[in-house]
């Protein structure tokens, strides 16, 4: 009977290879049929199809957690359904799991998907973060980074008390991240927890007003007691819902909320559903007073009526399990006649350049396990001296390891000709991917990092190829090789979700090394990927020195190596010399030194952990003639259990035509904790100057930031010189001491659980140390521009608010973050203030309303804002005609030189409304008072007391002393 089993059972296994080798070939005709981005979640018939749920690698197996992660996101589907009015579900959810897991039969092997690409991330680096949340830097209505859930969230069931059903959690964050909506519930300062209603009376910020409650003081737990001397209420006032009932609301609120089963809406007829536009919540703040709904109406999942009400049976999704695969990458390098120096016009050396950044790509970058492959392309030209595409195979992939790196190294190209074909090289490169280990394989999934000098002269073009690379979910990434470098090649980049960067050869720059870096550790692991401590570059003239200094902190120093590379002479290397913090000297005697003549490079790599602290690097030319040096300094994480502190920089757009608005974003963490306090400074390549612009990010909620301290740093770019490619770096620092980590909040939007009232951030910060971190942010190109125009008004005033109000002079003070000229550079020229009883009147039509003059402006100057981000205080005398009114409403709108108005602001109110006390209470203002105005009088007795006891005894010293003889 057992062996009847066992054949019975081999023969279900064998079945099941067989239908699973048949689905995989099924799969990728599939995809030629119906071809999307890598991660591509799209919404067809109601249904959001190619939804990617990846695990970590870090997470340990678990046979709970594939049927936990169904069971959420199938009752997150029914949420959905419910909370779009039936016009979406999820009906298509793909499941990565790690390939350090064991396989499963039912695995299928992943085609495109990875973790990196994943919509949804599975998580537990950082064990403390329990809280779902996204990682959405992006101005209103711009979709987000990704989602992250804890394990230990999924797997228990308590985390459901916490922030509530599974499914409204999952939706909530979905809100986040598909439609780029924000939270409704109030965040940071306690100013926007409570504001003054049109009666005058202070009730919580809420969306919807249907939602009851009551306000208590968070410390005493009783009553909250207006502050008699500033008419507002004290800091530790708060809002306390009443859960349950017939008020429904907005899953951006509180979806813990037992009645909250969807999106507040502009639609008067429903009440329990109407906007709260009064709330000084960040959905009214950053989204102009939209509601949830007009947001997403605006998607194009909704907009024109796309995806309409529709009945369903079931909104139960299917779910695709895949398992990670090792990465495939094709180098497909150009090797055209202008890659040498004699043939273009700055006479660089491109290939030799291009060879160091490989060769350092395939030594430090590639991961142990990847798959590695080098592609050259040109052409050649006929009798009738029209070019014909070229390309040759120079490695087929090779599994990286210590020995492989070595025979790569060698393979890449030594001499350039010819022509250009990018095309060719792309399609010899698909064919590459096509064979893993002598065997044929489907090359989706794979990458490409085409890098090229120049516009294609040559067929097959970028245009005859293209569909086969997005047929096959081909990532590719692209490097353009100065300002001639082909465009099209980017907008390849970009349809199939690659980054984009520009080597100028034209000035000393670092990017090519920078961005096969930043290309390299897209989907890899901290545990096992370098860290970038350092890059830089320089112009050495003969016989000179220069000193650059590098920051080891205490997260890293595993495997830090030093690196130079040059060009000139390859017999006359620079020297190199690196001290460490403690005085000890490393250079060409130590057994730390390396050499290559091949490829002009050396190094230094430390074989002990480097120790903590500030190292002196020390690089000479010796030749004749000048040399260009290119630097890197890399190291690795001490600690595998403990994250490092990361950086990364990027865009907002890949392309920009004006007004249309450009951010440059930096994210700074350590893991999923946001580092704050940090220095920040991106340094912009721009057409036709020599030196880089210098731009402040900032990580305050003012301007391009979104949030403040949420990690990520943010800043407008608005200094444009000409059409073309704007490529940036940025440098991370802690000069004084001041940064911290949070650990209060993860970084991005999270989720609010009923106990999550206060959070005392403060407590929760650790010091960094001295650290610093480099990040490229890759190009964009401007389109479009014109030198001659004012693009760009002052910015938005979004954290506009009432600091006091005196009832008795019928003062309100106001205060806001100043805008500059530029939005948030510069300084602008006027403001214009605006108040008014009626909230609508004042958003939907401000200039209808009464214009505050200079006469009523009693602390400020309406003609002189500050610069901008500079702290504005402004003291308003309201006329006595208006002390009728219990509520007034403030908003206002900055100006430029020559009158460009900014975007009305976000709008704040006073009341005026005299608030009964409790007695106990005015007793407690009067006595706290009294007992200040005591130990202040106390002290200046004190003091007195003590200067007249020492007059005396002085007094009466000078009586006694005794001259000395012969004086």
Not at 438 to 446: C, E, H, R
Not at 660 to 687: C, H, M, N, W
Not at 746 to 767: F, L, Q, R, Y
């Amino acid at each position: 009977m057992s062996r009847h089993l066992t054949i019975a059972t081999w023969s279900t296994v064998i079945l099941t290879f067989r239908l699973r080798t048949l689905l995989i070939v099924f799969l990728g005709i599939a995809s030629r049929c119906n071809a999307l981005p890598s991660s591509a979640v799209h919404l067809m018939d109601n249904g959001y199809r190619n939804l990617i749920v990846a695990i970590h690698e870090n997470v340990k197996e678990d046979e709970k957690l594939i049927p936990k992660i169904k069971e959420i996101f199938t009752e997150a589907s029914g949420y959905l359904y419910t909370a779009t009015r039936k016009r979406a579900y999820f009906k298509e959810i793909i499941i990565h799991v790690p390939k350090s897991w064991s396989d499963k039969l039912y695995y299928l092997p992943a085609l495109s998907e990875s973790y990196s690409s994943a919509d949804v991330r599975i998580d537990n680096s950082d064990l403390d973060i329990l809280q779902p949340f996204v990682v959405n830097p992006n101005p209103c209505g711009k979709e987000g980074h990704y989602m992250v859930l804890n394990p230990e969230y999924l797997l228990n069931d308590f985390h459901r008390h916490q922030w509530g059903p599974y499914g409204k959690v999952i939706v909530h964050e979905w809100a986040h991240l598909r439609w780029g909506v924000y939270d409704e519930y109030p965040v940071g300062s306690s100013v926007d927890w409570l504001y003054a209603s049109k009666g005058g009376d202070f009730t919580g910020t809420r969306c919807s007003l249907a939602i009851r409650g009551e306000l208590v003081n968070t410390k005493t737990g009783g009553s909250c007691y207006i502050n008699p001397y500033t008419n507002l209420p004290p800091p530790e006032c708060r809002w306390k819902d009443k859960d349950g009932g017939d008020a429904a609301g907005s899953l951006m609120y509180k979806q813990y909320l037992s009645q909250i089963d969807g999106f507040c809406d502009n639609d008067k007829s429903n009440p329990t559903y109407l906007h709260n536009r009064q709330a000084p919540n960040q959905q009214n703040k950053k989204c102009k007073s939209k509601s949830i709904w007009e947001v997403m109406r605006e998607h194009r999942d909704f907009a024109n009526g796309a995806n309409g009400h529709r009945e369903r049976s079931s909104t139960v999704p299917e779910f695709i399990l895949v398992r990670g695969k090792p990465q495939r990458t094709v180098l497909v390098l150009d090797v055209s006649a202008s890659m040498l120096p004699i043939l273009n016009e700055e006479q660089s050396d491109r290939l030799l350049k291009l060879r160091q950044a490989c060769r350092h790509y395939i030594l430090e970058v590639a991961r142990d396990g990847d798959y590695v492959g080098i592609v050259v392309f040109n052409g050649t030209y006929g009798p009738t001296d029209e070019a014909l595409g070229t390309a040759y195979v120079l490695s087929e992939l090779v599994k990286i390891s210590e020995e492989t790196r070595i025979r790569l190294i060698k393979s890449l190209p030594t001499d350039a000709n010819g022509a250009t074909s990018i095309g060719k090289g792309i399609q010899l490169g698909l064919d590459v991917l096509s064979t893993v280990d002598g065997k044929p394989a489907a090359p989706d999934g794979g990458n490409m990092i085409v890098v090229s000098d120049g516009e294609e002269n040559a067929p097959p073009l970028l245009n005859d190829v293209t569909f086969n690379i997005t047929d096959y979910h081909i990532t590719v990434d692209s490097i353009a090789i100065s300002k001639d470098g082909s465009e099209n090649l980017e907008q390849l980049a970009e349809k199939t979700g690659g980054s984009m960067f520009y080597y100028r050869t034209d000035i000393a720059s670092n990017v090519l090394n920078e961005a096969f870096f930043e290309i390299g550790k897209r989907g890899a692991s901290e545990r096992d990927f370098p860290i970038q401590l350092y890059s830089d570059c320089d112009m050495l003239e003969s016989g000179e020195l220069t000193i650059k200094t590098v920051i080891v902190d205490y997260t890293v120093g595993v495997n830090t190596k030093f690196s130079v590379a040059f060009d000139g002479d390859p017999e006359k290397p620079v020297q190199m010399t690196v001290v460490d913090p403690q005085g000890k000297t490393y250079n060409i005697s130590s057994v730390e030194w390396e050499s290559d003549f091949m490829f002009q490079s050396v190094s230094i790599t430390l074989q002990n952990t480097a120790m903590a602290g500030e190292y002196q690097i020390f690089i000479k030319n010796i030749q004749e003639d000048m040399v260009n040096i290119t630097m890197i300094v890399t190291t690795q994480q001490i600690d595998k259990d403990a994250r490092p502190l990361t950086a990364s920089a990027f865009w907002l757009h890949n392309e920009v035509k004006p007004p249309e608005k450009q951010i440059l974003f930096t994210s700074v963490s350590k893991g999923y904790f946001p580092v704050l306090k940090a220095d920040v400074i991106g340094y912009i390549d721009r057409p036709n100057t020599v030196e880089p612009y210098t731009l402040l990010l900032l990580d305050d909620g003012i301007g391009a930031d979104d949030t403040k301290d949420d990690g990520i740093y943010s800043a407008y770019f608005t200094t444009f010189t000409e059409e073309g490619r704007y490529n940036a770096k940025v440098i991370i620092q802690n000069m004084d001491n001041v940064t911290v980590i949070s650990t209060a909040m993860p970084i991005g939007s999270g989720a609010p659980s009923d106990n999550s009232i206060d959070v005392n951030t403060e407590s929760a910060n650790t010091k960094t140390g001295a650290f610093q971190r480099f990040a490229n942010g890759g190009l964009f190109n401007l389109r479009e521009f014109s030198a001659a125009e004012n693009i760009y008004p002052p910015g938005e005033v979004t954290d506009l608010r009432v600091s006091h109000v005196d009832r008795e002079s019928r003062l309100v003070s106001l205060e806001w973050t100043a805008p500059g000229s530029d939005l948030d550079q510069g300084q602008a020229s006027r403001y214009e203030i605006y108040r008014g009883e009626d909230f609508d009147a004042m958003i939907e039509d401000t200039i209808s309303q009464i214009r505050i003059i200079e006469e009523e402006v009693v602390v400020g100057n309406l003609s002189t804002p500050l610069l901008a981000r500079s702290k504005e205080r402004f003291v308003i005398r309201i006329p006595a005609s208006n002390q009728g009114k219990q509520t007034v409403w403030f908003a206002l709108w900055a100006f430029d030189s020559i009158n460009a108005r900014s975007e009305l602001s976000n709008v704040a109110s006073a009341t005026f409304k005299h608030f009964k006390t409790d007695e106990a209470e005015d007793d407690k203002w009067l006595k706290e008072l009294h007992v200040k105005l005591l130990i202040a009088g106390a002290v200046v007795i004190v003091i007195v007391v003590i200067a007249l006891i020492t007059y005396y005894f002085c007094h009466q010293r000078k009586k006694y002393i005794v001259p000395p003889e012969n004086v």
